[in-house]
């Protein structure tokens, strides 16, 4: 027997998963063939709560900021980057609907790269609000623009427009900071990085905010730089964020090894994984080649047998075939099953696993000492 | 695998939003100019000055052609001056140049048939319309005068006095 016919039984096994009947909770929201667990479905529930709300809140807030930016440019800057916050939450939306279909012949993998593609779409936004911050704030410094803020005529009274701006840039404070951290735990828990992106994006919006609102008071006192020092100040801070988030998104995309949400280092279930492989009996070696699809992952796991003739054996069908090659290993496909279930049992994440047999492991795969 | 993302925690935000409203509360008590204040002081070198105003000829709101500028809006200048015991020192031009000297800081205030519609918003801060008249093409403009970028006391100041005298 082959190591390809052994990869393919793996793969109609996980074909066959959705129709097996394995769960008995198969109406619930899925990730693909994946069939999340309970306390999961309670948290993508929650997640798209959380998603509309947000879009409530920033509808509200681009009205009133609307209402009162008058011609005042660090308003309308402030205005165009809510309008770019929409952008996350609906990108989410749309991701958690499109990967909500299992694969098929035509997806075999599923649509979980839709949860890439919402990424990559939620970090161009905030790199472009942290861009759009940090040019237009420099540029208002270099030429020394001196931003003018009118008045309302308010029932016979002459009102600083400052005033409300100030207001309303302050009530727009809580909302993004409480939903940004309600974000922040529901996109660790489901290592979904656009709902880490947008919580981001919140993080942006209410710094933004107290910025523009600090600006605007300074602008008051007849120091003119004061807002787009300000707007300066933070839109840094945002471009980096959006500036990572970016790199994460590309680099997952292009089948980078599966890293923790904030894309330092690899994820911890890879190691975890390999562990396991390499604890069992029959296996004399193990690595795997693991991707992020968006909130699974893509599991390639090669292990080499121990052979028939024991652990002294190994040698040979190890890394180093000098000279002719040893004799053929046989391979037990229900051994092979049996490893690609425990495998899958480790975390719902795992469950497009396919177990490879080889006699050596392939280069990528192998540890270095650098990760 | 938490403490990384969970660094811009709870404490922060509710910090940096009291740090703000103090700081902006610190701002706007310690003024003794007025808030909002001039960068450059217009409203304090006009007080019991003179008010250095740019008019174009712009019948009606403006007839610049006699040795003192006669119009609404010269008379509603001349009242803005009274009202900071300021003496006006008139300059008659064309449009293009007056916003030339108001940005460079040679005028204080320039009037004659201006509208919120003006394209001179990157050289000149406008007041909010003040009346509705009608425009050369039969449809209503609003009035509006100009004064010096970002000098928002001075363009405070005079937006209420324009709510107070504006209305034609």
């Known amino acids: 027997m082959s190591g390809e016919q052994a990869t393919g039984g793996a793969q109609r096994h996980q074909a066959d998963l959705p129709d097996d009947g394995r769960s008995p909770s198969a109406a619930g929201r899925r990730f693909g063939a994946t069939e999340l667990p309970p306390q999961m479905q309670r948290v993508v529930k929650k997640a798209i709560v959380l998603e509309w709300v947000t879009l409530g809140v920033m509808a509200l807030t681009i009205t009133a900021v609307g209402i009162v930016m008058g011609s005042s440019q660090a308003m309308r800057a402030a205005w165009i980057e809510d309008l770019l916050s929409l952008i996350p939450p609906i990108a989410f939306l749309v991701a958690i609907r499109v990967i909500n279909r299992p694969p098929s012949r035509n997806r075999p993998y599923g649509n979980h790269r839709a949860v890439g593609v919402g990424h990559l779409v939620a970090s161009v936004a905030l790199l472009v609000m942290g861009a759009l911050l940090v040019v237009d704030s420099a540029l208002g410094l270099i030429t020394g623009e001196h931003p003018p803020i009118g008045t309302f005529h308010l029932f016979g009274q002459t009102v600083w427009q400052g005033w409300f701006m100030i207001g309303i840039m302050l009530l727009s404070v809580p909302g993004p900071v409480i939903l940004g951290r309600m974000k922040l735990k529901l996109a660790e828990q489901l290592h979904d990085k656009v709902l880490y992106a947008d919580a981001d994006m919140n993080t ?168 | 695998m938490t403490p990384p993302l969970l660094r811009s925690g709870a404490p922060r935000p509710l910090r940096l939003t009291l740090a703000a409203v103090a700081v902006s509360l610190a701002l706007t008590g310690c003024t003794s100019s007025g808030y909002p204040a001039d960068p450059d002081g217009t409203l304090d070198s006009i007080s019991g000055g003179t008010l250095r105003a740019g008019v174009s000829h712009h019948p009606p709101h403006v007839d610049a052609r006699g040795a003192e500028p006669t119009g609404p809006e010269a008379e509603l200048i001349r009242g803005f001056a009274a009202a900071h015991d300021a003496e006006v020192e008139w300059t008659v031009s064309s449009e293009e140049s007056l916003m030339t000297a108001l940005e460079k800081g040679d005028l204080d205030l320039v009037a004659g048939g201006l509208t919120t519609s003006s394209p001179w918003t990157s050289h000149a801060a406008l007041t909010r319309g003040y009346t509705e008249v009608t425009g050369p093409d039969g449809e209503p403009v609003e009035l509006a005068m100009a004064v010096p970028l970002g000098e928002n006391q001075m363009l405070g100041a005079l937006e209420a006095h324009l709510d107070q005298e504006g209305q034609q």
């Open chain 1, 204 to 371: 942006a919006d209410w710094q933004t905010g107290l910025a523009t609102a600090v600006g605007v008071a300074g602008v008051g006192l007849g120091l003119w730089w004061f807002d787009a020092a300000a707007a300066l100040f933070v839109g840094a801070s945002i471009l980096k964020d959006g500036l990572s988030n970016v790199a994460t998104a590309i680099t997952d995309l292009a089948d980078s090894r599966a890293r923790e949400l904030e894309g330092t280092g690899p994820h911890p279930l890879i190691s975890e994984l390999e562990h396991c492989a390499q604890t069992t009996d029959w296996v004399e070696q193990a690595g795997a080649r693991v991707r992020d699809e968006g909130h699974v992952f893509h599991v390639e796991l090669f292990v080499v047998p121990r052979s028939a003739g024991g652990t002294a054996g190994g040698a040979g069908t190890g890394s180093h075939a000098a000279g002719a090659r040893p004799a053929p290993v046989p391979v037990d496909v229900r051994a092979l099953e049996e490893l690609r279930g425990r495998i899958v049992d480790l975390d719902w994440k795992l469950e497009d696993v396919v177990v490879v047999p080889v006699t050596e492991l392939p280069q990528e795969v192998r540890p270095s000492p650098d990760n």
